[in-house]
């Protein structure tokens, strides 16, 4: 027996949780097959929540994944380009024709999908998309050159949240486009999912105690994101969230935080997201998202 678990057409954190539903009970017994047949668009949270479920299954020893291709030929190229069927070769059984994009495709639009598992591959991550990152910035969004530092620090973080809290690989991916439908604006989107430990149990030894009865997914968001605590007992440890907070505050920036059941988000005026979600369909590690607009005045 198989479990469809359907890709949206329109994949985004918004969509996502409708996503999540698909699986049921987690981890599913049956076979899962990812139907991104309907697919016109997905954004980096949505590519490495796809590598992310994959991942999941497999470290819970299920059977390997069914994926079917998108029908529309170019939501394909993209994809290849982005890198996600280069790794989603070794996590699915992909059935469709896949595209073939050049390899030395280099494009300052985004950073292709990449696997981060030990600090070595953060400062990797960060070496090779800053020199990009500062013509992105100031450029494409019209931030002050000063806005690069900071935004290889918030790169940074978010990658070493997997590291240092996860127990397990993850994904990230940066991409720069058009925020349409919110903003009418240029955004970069950085995009860091694993299928670990989430923040909850990662969080549990130290803080459960004192949040009481409330302890759960939101509330682990919450002693992270918002009190800037951590797992760790040494001074400055748990800051990284805090750091990316600030640099988003000046940025008019969102940061948003799935973890479990659970989503928190800092919302700029732009957005209407809700800043907490609680009660969504379970999906294994944690899933971070963070964008930059485009300053009123920049690109469009």
């Not at 494009?107 to 990009?132: C, F, K, M, N, Y």
Request: with cysteine; aromatic share 10%; hydrophobic share 40%.
């Amino acid at each position: 027996m198989t479990r469809i678990a359907e890709i949206p057409a329109y994949f985004d954190d918004k969509s996502f949780d409708h996503f999540a539903q698909g699986f049921g009970e987690w981890p599913p017994e049956e076979r899962v097959l990812f139907d991104a047949r309907a697919a016109t668009w997905a954004s980096p949270y949505g590519l490495v929540g796809m590598l992310t479920a994959a991942q999941a299954l497999r470290e819970a020893h299920r059977e390997k994944p069914l994926f079917t291709v998108p029908a529309n030929a170019e939501v394909g190229r993209y994809w290849a380009r982005t890198g996600f069927f280069k790794h989603a070769a070794d996590l699915f059984e992909i059935h469709g024709k896949v595209p073939r994009v050049p390899t030395n495709e280099d494009s300052d639009q985004l950073l292709d999908i990449t696997p981060v598992g030990a600090s070595e591959d953060v400062h990797q991550v960060v070496g090779r998309i800053q020199e990009r990152a500062a013509r992105m910035l100031s450029h494409e969004l019209g931030l002050e050159a000063k806005a690069t530092m900071g935004f290889a620090m918030a790169l940074s973080e978010a990658c070493q949240n997997i590291v240092e809290h996860a127990g397990t690989s993850g994904w990230v991916a940066v991409h720069l486009y058009n925020f349409r439908k919110r903003l009418g604006r240029r955004v970069i989107v950085i995009a860091v999912s694993d299928a670990g430990l989430g923040f909850r149990r990662s969080l549990e030894a130290t803080q459960a105690k004192r949040f009481g009865d409330r302890w759960g997914d939101a509330a682990a968001l919450e002693a992270a994101l918002i009190q800037g605590v951590s797992r760790f007992r040494d001074p400055g440890r748990g800051q990284g969230l805090a750091g990316i907070k600030r640099y988003l505050s000046r940025w008019d920036g969102k940061i948003s935080i799935r973890s479990g059941t659970a989503r928190l988000s800092i919302v700029p005026q732009w957005d209407d997201d809700v800043p907490l979600a609680e009660h969504l369909p379970y999906f294994p590690g944690s899933q971070l998202q963070v964008v930059i607009p485009a300053q009123e005045g920049g690109a469009r």
